[in-house]
């Protein structure tokens, strides 16, 4: 749902994650698409309507704090919530310098610089 995009990304931002990539798309899931009514009568000009899409790349250790995070937000409980489709990423290249894996995923100098380090305990 586009109008939710704001809290998706505020909660995201809570969080630390601070790489998110929004784009308008167009689309039909569940809904079917959309019908327009004219003059008492049904058509479907296009079948498909507009649909926000969020890209989010984060450490394996992040996936499911960021699904929780994203469900919490974004969840209406109508159709049109949208879906979450996990796709593993094989390398991150940071075209500037060149670094790759967790050096060219680092960004430095945002909110997650200013959080207190998470302490995992095994």
């Known amino acids: 749902r586009p109008w939710r995009v704001s809290h ?7 969080m630390g994650i ?7 798309v167009r689309g039909y899931g569940a809904q079917g698409g959309s019908t ?3 003059e008492g009568s049904e058509f479907s000009e296009d079948t498909f309507i507009a649909k926000v899409k969020m890209e989010i790349v984060v450490c394996k250790e992040q ?7 994203i469900i919490e937000k974004a969840r209406t409980g109508e159709i049109g919530d949208g879906k979450i489709f996990l796709i593993p990423v094989a390398d991150v290249v940071r075209v ?3 670094e790759r894996g967790v050096h060219a ?4 100098g945002g909110l ?10 095994s």
Request: net charge negative.
């Open 8 to 14: 998706v990304s505020s909660g995201l931002l809570e």
């Open 18 to 24: 601070r790489g998110v990539t929004v784009s308008d």
């Open 36 to 38: 327009e009514r004219y």
């Open 63 to 69: 996936v499911e704090p960021v699904i929780d995070k």
């Open 96 to 98: 500037r310098t060149g």
């Open 105 to 108: 995923e680092r960004m430095i």
């Open 112 to 121: 997650s610089d200013k959080l207190p380090p998470v302490i995992t305990i």
